[in-house]
T-cell receptor, first 113, second 114 residues
Framework: DAGVIQSPRHEVTEMGQEVTLRCKPI?????LFWYRQTMMRGLELLIY????????DSGMPEDRFSAKMPNASFSTLKIQPSEPRDSAVYFC???????????FGAGSRLTVL | AQSVAQPEDQVNVAEGNPLTVKCTYS??????LFWYVQYPNRGLQFLLK??????LVKGSYGFEAEFNKSQTSFHLKKPSALVSDSALYFC????????????FGAGTRLFVKA
């Protein structure tokens, strides 16, 4: 398996633009997590899915953020409109079962100018 | 609510010396506990986990961690540090009931000096 695949790896955009980050989890994994990493806040859980259903989105910063998982092999995190404070590395991770480890993607580094 | 505390921003140790990276947690019920490592410009990688059973857990690259329920701690240890162990280490906790989100600590940067 190729692991968790995220795209794009790097994104530079201007304030106000829409940003879409993509994630392909490991085949067979039933949990998918979106995290954001910044120097100030560390690693924050934004939202997680179980069997494609959003379970907890309490970490999503505000209405500008939305996440979807239309099927078991694809998820998106969208920011509209983007702001400079959204600049961070966004990680997607997946796992199988409740007690199992997370496998992380390489991350998407977002810079909003 | 779940929480994880890593009290040290950075740990410095000489190569060959033992290392300890501290972690305490708060969670309802019995926890699932994890350690992950992050190298520059990479995603997090799994090191070891505690689910149940023996309080001493052995993991990758010679690392181990001890679960202490009374102190709600899960410290990461290694008997002899290597320069290549220098990285950012994260402790994480997942509740075993009522939702299974995994919460991470702030991270501890380990610096091993040759």
């Amino acid at each position: 398996d190729a692991g968790v695949i995220q795209s794009p790896r790097h994104e530079v955009t201007e304030m106000g633009q829409e940003v879409t980050l993509r994630c392909k989890p490991i085949s067979g994994h039933d949990y998918l997590f979106w995290y954001r990493q910044t120097m100030m806040r560390g690693l924050e859980l934004l939202i997680y899915f179980n069997n494609n259903v959003p379970i907890d989105d309490s970490g999503m910063p505000e209405d500008r953020f939305s996440a979807k998982m239309p099927n078991a092999s694809f998820s998106t995190l969208k920011i509209q409109p983007s702001e400079p404070r959204d600049s961070a590395v966004y990680f997607c991770a997946s796992s199988f079962g409740q007690a199992n480890v997370l496998t992380f993607g390489a991350g998407s580094r977002l810079t909003v100018l | 609510a779940q929480s994880v505390a890593q009290p040290e921003d950075q740990v410095n140790v000489a190569e060959g010396n033992p290392l300890t990276v501290k972690c305490t947690y708060s969670v309802s019920g019995n926890p699932y506990l994890f350690w992950y490592v992050q190298y520059p410009n990479r995603g997090l990688q799994f090191l070891l986990k505690y689910i149940t059973g023996d309080n001493l857990v052995k993991g990758s690259y010679g690392f181990e961690a001890e679960f202490n329920k009374s102190q709600t701690s899960f410290h990461l240890k290694k008997p002899s540090a290597l320069v290549s162990d220098s990285a950012l280490y994260f402790c994480a906790v997942r509740a075993n009931t009522g939702g299974f989100k995994t919460i991470f600590g702030a991270g501890t940067r380990l610096f091993v000096k040759a």
